[in-house]
């Protein structure tokens, strides 16, 4: 969805229905007045120097920092000078407290099964498994893959690394071998963790047998550790390729974690960008806790009693900082699932809900479309009384799927945070305080504490109220992305070079008279399918590198459940496409990237909108795409014939 895309911008004008906080959430929540939030908000602008020191406390320091701020962006340092682990204040620090035996994640496997780990279970897991790191050689800086399914493993590896300050570079589970190897090679990754498999509505997901393929093409990579999952028969190589279980037999639990520079790198995590390859965001150790740390407490409004649930992927960001950094850090019991919502029915969710009496429930709104789809059935036939907040994250939530959400999940009774961040913000940064906040169905409200946006022009003026425009940040906030992986260069032109002296994060976005911000979408040619973010590019050389094809534009349509649906218009070398070349290509580009890129729609024409310059028109692509019958401005079309030709070309 462009900045120029109307509908989005007419029909959330249209929208004024607005749900103050339940005065009983209000009364105990962690920020409960308008006040407290404006009192945070202006001291954190005027002074983050005072503020951010002043929250910082709140983290274990093994050495406290020299100076809290330290440069401007892009090149911004936090807690210079200080020395702090992210194992340490997820684990240890609870482990002198009466949480030593709280459950840190409860965990339920696909097909049923069920494990609880309080945090000193946690805290033995992880210190076993980061010496296993160091019997293989993994020393501080060094980066280790993990390509799992959602396992308790891989939260142990997660933190195991963060003890010892090898940074992980996760990659979804989804992805392909193809897609491992490219960034196994890009991180110089040494190690992958992985598992014989995982469960995915029913199926297996053979993880070993892509890192086998992945590695061919990734020659840093000295071992592999395996966990045993599904128990399917792998080929295990000798002296390359170890089980987890046989590792952790030896491995003793004494492990004392690494004091590591607040500037330490804690993790890499590949995303998509409009150009090039997938970017390596690398985010550091103590600015990307207490990021997560506060956000978790302040909009889930996190208590010791609750059981919070977010049903992310520990693949993508939302995994890292809310299922396991930003809970575990607040002490917090988290539940993790490995499977889908609809396995074995469509209610799997609903009875997790009742099942655990989860009390904050964070999911997307692809999810919720989803379940709306599936029927109300299905959420009635269980009890989800024990909810108390709900939250979503990863692209816009049309309003009605917000009036779905709040009536037949929450029960009227619930508030809704809706979450806008990304990669980059390693935290959540325009969302609602449950407690404070007056929500707007679709709007993810107001800037946090520490947060400073702005909504400009191209040439960096700030526009008035309800003015659609490019939505930056004009401050530093602790948890940012420090660099991209390797390409300083590359981080420096992405971010800081569209808007002098702000972050541009490349959505479009308008705030309201009241101060609500209105997410529009991405205005760069970055698909958002399911909440996840999609480079149109990557996909348009997986289409091209089939001998068959001589060029392909990808471009978004709506699409129901997934928002943004993935369409590729071809052109092929030869006699013309079929039913059968179109299936080729989609396993192609499954095979290439990962099923989550496989595309809905494949149309063949023998020729692409181009410009006089020969840039291809993908607005006029998109219009075709979404079946508007009148296109936008064709004046620059170098061959106005072609318009028609790609209409009557077939989906
Ligand atoms: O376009 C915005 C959309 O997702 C993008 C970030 O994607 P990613 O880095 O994959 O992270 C997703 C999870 C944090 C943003 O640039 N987005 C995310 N949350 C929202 C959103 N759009 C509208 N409303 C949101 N709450």
Redo the contacts with the bound molecule.
């Keep these: 969805m462009g900045i120029s895309s109307a509908e989005s911008i007419t029909s959330v004008l249209q929208e004024t229905r607005t749900f103050p906080p339940p005065a009983e959430f209000t009364a105990a929540a962690h920020i409960n007045s308008e006040a407290q939030y404006q009192d945070l908000w202006e001291r954190a602008k005027d002074d983050p120097n005072g503020f951010w020191g002043e929250m910082a406390a709140g983290l274990h320091w093994f050495k406290k920092w020299d100076k809290v701020l330290d440069g401007k962006m892009p090149d911004a340092k936090w807690f210079v000078g200080g020395r702090t682990n992210v194992s340490y204040n997820c684990l240890d620090r609870h482990l002198t407290t009466w949480r030593k035996n709280k459950a840190a994640i409860i965990w339920e496997g696909e097909p049923g099964d069920t494990r609880v780990l309080t945090y000193q279970d946690l805290h033995r897991e992880v210190c076993k498994f980061a010496n296993v790191l160091k019997k293989l050689g993994i020393k501080t800086g060094d980066r280790v893959t993990l390509y799992m399914p959602m396992i308790p493993e891989l939260a142990i590896a997660m933190l195991a690394c963060t003890r010892i300050g090898a940074p992980h570079s996760i990659i979804f589970g989804g992805f392909s071998a193809d897609a491992v190897a490219e960034r196994n090679n890009d991180a110089q990754a040494k190690l992958v963790v992985t598992a014989d498999g995982g469960w995915r509505r029913g199926k297996e997901i053979e993880l070993k047998n892509s890192v086998d393929a992945s590695l061919e093409k990734s020659p840093t990579v000295e071992n592999v550790v395996v966990v045993r999952r599904t128990g399917s028969p792998i080929v295990m190589e000798p002296g390359r390729d170890y089980w987890w279980h046989d590792l952790m037999h030896e491995a003793s639990a004494d492990c004392d974690a690494a004091e590591l520079d607040s500037e330490h790198p804690l993790f890499i995590l590949y ?2 960008g409009s150009t090039g390859k997938p970017k390596g ?1 690398l985010h550091t150790t103590a600015g990307y806790l207490l990021g997560t740390m506060l956000t978790s407490k302040w909009v889930f409004d996190l208590k010791d009693e609750d059981t919070y649930w977010c049903t ?1 992927d520990i693949g ?3 995994g890292h ?1 809310y299922i396991i950094y930003g809970p575990l850090a607040n002490g917090a019991t988290t539940l993790m699932y490995e499977g889908a919502p609809n396995w074995p029915h469509d209610g799997r969710f609903w009875e997790i809900i009742e099942k655990y009496k989860v009390n904050i429930f964070y999911t ?2 692809t999810a919720i479309r989803a379940f709306v789809k599936w029927g109300d059935e299905w959420p009635n036939k269980f009890d989800l009384t024990s909810l108390r907040l709900l939250g ?6 049309n309003p009605e799927a917000w009036m779905w959400y709040h009536h037949v999940i929450g029960g009227g009774r619930c508030p809704i945070v ?8 390693g935290a ?1 940064m ?2 609602p305080l449950p407690g404070v906040t007056t929500t707007k169905p679709g709007s ?1 409200t107001k800037p946090l504490p520490g947060v400073v946006p702005d909504i400009v022009t191209k040439s960096g003026e700030s526009l008035p109220a309800n003015a659609g425009g490019l ?1 930056v940040m004009t401050q530093p906030w602790p948890s940012m992305l420090r660099t991209l992986y390797g390409d300083h260069e590359r981080y420096v032109r992405t971010y800081f070079s569209e808007i002098a002296g702000c972050y541009f ?3 479009g976005a308008r705030r309201d008279a009241d101060g609500y911000y209105w ?1 529009m ?2 205005v760069d040619d ?1 698909l ?1 399918v399911a ?3 999609l480079s149109t590019m990557e996909i348009e050389s997986a289409l091209v590198s089939h001998p068959r094809v001589a060029e392909a534009a990808v471009v978004g349509f709506p699409h129901d459940l997934k928002g943004e649906g993935i369409c590729c218009f071809v052109t092929l070398t030869g006699s013309d496409g079929d039913d059968q070349m179109k299936q080729e290509l989609k396993d192609h580009v499954r095979k290439q990237i990962g099923a989550l890129a496989t595309p809905d729609m494949i149309r063949f024409s023998n020729a692409l909108p181009k410009t006089r310059s020969g840039k291809i028109m993908r607005r006029l692509l998109r219009d075709i795409a979404a079946g508007r019958e009148k296109t936008g401005d064709t004046t620059t079309l170098e061959d106005y014939t072609v318009l028609a030709t790609l209409r009557a070309s077939e989906e």
């Design positions: 995303t998509s965001v992310a993508w960001v939302t900082s997307a709104p979503t994250v990863g692209e816009p939530i809706d979450t806008w961040w990304q990669t980059e913000t959540i325009i969302s993810c939505l994060a490349g959505d997410i979408g991405r970055v958002n909440g996840h973010r």
